[in-house]
């Protein structure tokens, strides 16, 4: 029996984004002419039913695949999870919400195929290219920022390295996919920072269209995490992203602890009540907000939540004890007291972020 066998699959991760996907197959099915073709629809389990949409496509048309990613997060990890479950020769990733061109993307196949690139970018900046219809003019200055520091990271010019919209070879995207940040905004930042310049890069113009439906993915959480995968990168990978939005998180701990200190003493309270006091409110601001954060991708709910909490102030209460621990035996040791505190705080932050990975949210890290 013959076989169904694509020359490109074509990765969309999706969330909340039911209205669009019809006609994203049908603008396929117009663009790519002869060539041979998948779409492969990762969705993070949206609330809209995106995922069931793309199920009844599948059913009436065999290019089209559905992963529905349940308790994980991610446009990054979205797209790794559909290219790894592709096999054809080469892999292109765009959005679902009808910005990307599609009718360009037989010339960026055509590049991979003759061999002039093993990376195609879609580029709103070069030739005919425009991001005018598509951007705010806030998300263009923060593009363009963007841009200059991503181009730093890569160590390479790149007009356009914060594109949602490229193409490479299979192999290329499976010697990196180790290498990648599954919680990452920007993958092809990540993809081009881990090549280390050793593959060659062609670019395609494409016009950057309006937003038809659904909702942006660009946010405060959005930018967070470039921010982060660039420490991560600039640290060599041996800072993980996750654990720098933790550190950062604990660090405004501090001044939540001081506040609540200062007010509860202010109130009246004895020192100790009143550290007490600043304590467990630091500790439930730094909870909520790796909740939202941090663990964005795995948030607990509900009742969840609240046994979370209860297990956050145990981790960090032994955290704590672990700080002192070894701050007063190296102090002892030495009497370099700015040596000790920071080994403390080094050794309580490190307890802190690996047993509320383990015990607080169970799920897989990154």
């Not at 290019?63 to 529905?68: G, L």
């Not at 195609?120 to 900046?125: A, C, D, L, P, Y």
Request: proline fraction near 3%; charge should be positive.
């Amino acid at each position: 029996m013959q076989r169904f066998s694509p020359t490109v699959s074509i990765i969309v991760p999706t969330f909340n984004e039911s209205r669009n996907l019809p006609r994203v197959v049908c603008l396929l099915e117009k663009a790519m002419g002869g060539i041979p073709w998948e779409v492969v629809f990762v969705d993070d389990d949206s609330p809209d039913g995106t995922w069931r949409v793309a199920k009844e496509l599948a059913r009436a048309d065999a290019r089209v695949r559905c992963i529905r990613r349940v308790g994980r997060r991610g446009l990054a990890g979205a797209c790794i999870e559909g290219a790894l479950s592709s096999a054809a020769p080469y892999v292109a990733v765009m959005d679902a919400d009808l910005q990307h061109d599609e009718t360009v993307l037989p010339a960026m196949v055509a590049k991979l195929e003759n061999g002039e690139a093993e990376i195609v970018i879609g580029s709103r900046f070069v030739g005919d290219g425009s991001s005018v219809d598509g951007f705010t003019a806030r998300r263009a200055f923060a593009s363009r920022v963007a841009t200059r520091l991503a181009s730093l990271l890569i160590g390479r010019r790149v007009s356009d390295p914060m594109s949602g919209f490229f193409a490479l070879k299979r192999e290329v995207f499976e010697a990196v996919a180790p290498r990648l940040v599954p919680s990452g905004f920007k993958i092809l930042v990540d993809i081009l920072a881990s090549t280390r310049g050793q593959v060659r890069i062609a670019e395609v113009a494409y016009r950057f269209r309006s937003r038809q439906e659904g909702l942006s993915k660009f946010d405060t959480r959005a930018i967070l995490d470039f921010l982060g995968l660039l420490l991560h990168r600039m640290t060599g990978g041996m800072v993980s992203v996750r654990f720098l939005f933790f550190m950062v998180v604990g660090s405004t701990g501090i001044a939540i602890h001081l506040l609540a200190l200062r007010a509860g003493l202010l109130a009246g309270l004895g020192f100790d009540a009143a550290q007490s006091l600043a304590t467990v409110a630091a500790m439930t601001s730094n909870f909520l907000v790796n909740n939202q954060l941090t663990y964005s991708d795995m948030k607990l709910k509900g009742t969840a939540a609240l046994a979370g909490l209860l297990k956050f102030y145990v981790v960090c209460g032994v955290g704590a004890l672990a700080n002192i621990g070894v701050a007063s035996w190296l102090f002892l040791s030495n009497k370099d007291w700015w040596i000790a505190g920071i080994a403390g705080v080094i050794v309580g932050a490190t307890f802190n972020y690996t047993m509320s990975s383990i015990i607080v949210w169970r799920q897989q890290q990154n």
